[in-house]
Each structure stands twice: as C-alpha cells, then as structure tokens.
Nanobody, 122 residues
Framework: QGQLVESGGGLVQAGGSLRLSCAAS????????MGWFRQVPGKEREFVAA????????RYTDSVKGRFTISRNNAKNTVYLQMNSLKPEDTAVYYC???????????????WGQGTQVTVSS
C-alpha cells in the first residue's frame, strides 16, 4: 500500500456538510479495508467508519450513524466520507487509514494519511 492523502476538510457551520476524500497511490488499494478516524488534541484517536475491500460492508461509530457515509471507488483508488448534519462535536483532525484485515481500532491499521482538519462552528 502506498501513500494516503486526505482532502476536503474545512470550516462549516453546524448542520452543514462536507465530503472527505482519501486518495491512495499504488496498485493494491482494493486489497485493503479502509477506515476513517478522528482526533482532537489531548484525546485518543477515535474510530469513525470503516469499509471492506469491496465496499459490501460498512460500520460506523454510534455518534455518526445516520449522518456520515463511507464509500469507496476502487477504480479511482479513493475512499470517501460524506458528512451531513455536522455538529460542533465533530470538530477534529480526520485521518484515513488502510488495514490488511477488517478492523475498527487504530491498532488494526498500518498505513495512515496525514490528516485533514474539520471545524464545525456553532
């Protein structure tokens, strides 16, 4: 697995939407489960969402269910996180990551992007 590069973060008002993208280099993107995590200063990195290699299965942390959607396009080597109805508590640095096996904890992922800041104002 090559480099992961996130984009799409920014400042948005509460109730707004953002779509994060994570582009992967290399030829083996479809061999990896992908996940999104987030982190605020002073706290541990938190699982947000994950998707299997084919996209057939997804999982979300409870606080984002019904608001966030993870998807992937293996032909474009890209995974997405559509975030709707954003809340101030969603403010964090968001990271995408790749895992050889299905995982929903940071320790299960071995390749990380550099992160993109999402700030939701009230």
């Amino acid at each position: 697995q090559g480099q992961l590069v996130e984009s799409g973060g920014g400042l948005v008002q509460a109730g707004g939407s953002l779509r994060l993208s994570c582009a992967a280099s290399g030829r083996t993107f479809s061999s990896y489960a992908m996940g999104w995590f987030r982190q605020v200063p002073g706290k541990e990195r938190e699982f947000v969402a994950a998707i299997t290699r084919t996209g057939a299965l997804t999982r979300y942390t409870d606080s984002v269910k019904g608001r966030f959607t993870i998807s992937r396009n293996n032909a474009k080597n890209t995974v997405y996180l559509q975030m709707n109805s954003l809340k101030p508590e969603d403010t964090a640095v968001y990271y995408c990551a790749a895992a050889t096996l299905w995982a929903t904890t940071p320790s299960g992922y071995n390749n990380w992007g550099q992160g993109t800041q999402v700030t939701v104002s009230s």
